[in-house]
């Protein structure tokens, strides 16, 4: 009887090994504990992609945000940082093109920037918000490794600042 176990446990052992070594970063649930709470390896990944030196003050993974609107459409972040100007950050990880719609990444946006202020607060209170999405394929097949969108005026060119930003990565992460 105790061998039947023992044999059991092993190959319970064995098949989460199996599981684990099939994980990469593009994984969301993987990726969502790697980062969270992380701030440094935070700070490292949000410096590469954004090109700027960064200081994170708070990092969650699978952050949860609702839809005040009964029957609205729930989000879950999967890696949520704060930067010290209080700039919101939202990093999504996509392994396949289903889900990764580009109007995805316009309500991420959007709720991101809707919980930023409380009632009667100035819009110019708004900070600027990123929303980045890491892929595993070139999801605009032009060969780059990033694509910037920004929110602009197209007769000035002025920009309105805030950015929704895609990584696009060919190798595993």
């Known amino acids: 009887m105790a061998e039947n176990k023992s ?10 090994n199996r599981l684990i070594d099939g994980l990469t970063l ?9 980062f969270d709470k992380n701030i440094e390896a935070t700070e490292l ?3 590469i992609i954004l090109g700027r030196k960064i200081t994170v003050i708070r990092v969650n993974g699978q952050e949860e945000v609702r839809n005040a609107e009964v029957g609205g459409r729930n989000i879950t972040l999967d890696v949520y940082a704060l930067d010290e100007n209080g ?4 990093i999504e990880v996509q392994g396949n093109s289903e889900g990764a719609h580009i109007r995805r990444a316009r309500y991420h946006s959007s709720v991101l920037d809707s919980k930023m202020l409380k009632e009667g607060q100035p819009f110019k209170k708004l900070k600027d918000s990123y929303v980045i999405f890491i892929y595993r394929h ?26 929704i930003t895609y990584r696009i990565c060919k190798r595993e992460l």
Do not use: A, C, W
């Open 7 to 16: 044999s059991k446990v092993m190959q319970d052992y064995e098949k989460v």
């Open 26 to 34: 593009f994984d969301d649930d993987l990726m969502s504990r790697v």
């Open 45 to 47: 990944i949000l410096r």
């Open 87 to 90: 700039q919101e950050m939202d």
């Open 138 to 163: 070139d999801k605009f097949k032009k060969g780059l490794p990033v694509y910037h969108i920004d929110r602009y005026v197209r007769e000035t060119g002025g920009n309105l600042r805030g950015r």
